[in-house]
């Protein structure tokens, strides 16, 4: 599966513009959520072939939000890359259960960040 279409979610607008910039060099269109209603109001618009997923944000935390979306069959098969400045082990393994494909440090390295879409393809 090609990634063409990726919902980024991010209360950051800095984070937002870094990573809608750097996808779109890719080729990649972006859409943008800054909480997890609107994710779900985009998610609803048009279905993504990849999330990019803070953790920590006002309201409906990231890890709660990705354990939402993996368990509606609706975006089941959505995968999910959480990019979060939530740096232990112990975060990461947490993010996986709750059903991310993939974790990554902020700030984003670039390299790492399409090494991670490239394996999910």
Known sequence: MSIQKVL????????????TDLL?????QVRTAENAE???RRLAEEKPDLILMDVVMPGQNGFQL???ITRDPLYADVPIIMCTSKNQETDRVWGMRQGA???ITKPVNAVELQAKIDALS
Do not use: H, I, N, P
């Not at 980024?8 to 990573?19: C, G, N």
């Not at 779109?24 to 990649?28: E, H, S």
């Open 66 to 68: 990705t354990r939402a």
């Open 38 to 40: 609107e994710a779900f």
């Open 8 to 19: 980024v979610v991010d209360d950051s607008k800095t984070e937002l513009m870094y990573l």
């Open 101 to 103: 494909r993939g974790y």
């Open 24 to 28: 779109q060099k890719k080729g990649m």
